[in-house]
């Protein structure tokens, strides 16, 4: 019975460990991917300006004429 109550809490205790882990790897995630956003949306505001700014280029390209 001792055996067992002992074997049951070294079992508890890497639950316990891994949980942390899991908790711990879980938050990291969690800021990669606000990270990740972040930079696509600052990255979709530049190819935005950069579309505008080549829209506004093509109008004052004259037609070609043949």
């Not at 109550?5 to 790897?25: D, M, P, V, Y």
């Amino acid at each position: 019975m001792e055996n067992e109550l002992t074997a049951l809490e070294s079992k508890l205790a890497q639950l316990i460990q891994f949980n942390g882990q899991l908790r711990a790897e879980n938050q990291q995630l969690r800021q990669d991917l606000a990270h990740a956003l972040s930079s696509n949306r600052q990255y979709s505001e530049k190819m935005d300006k950069a579309k505008a700014r080549l829209e506004k280029l093509l109008v004052t390209l004259p037609e070609n004429q043949t």
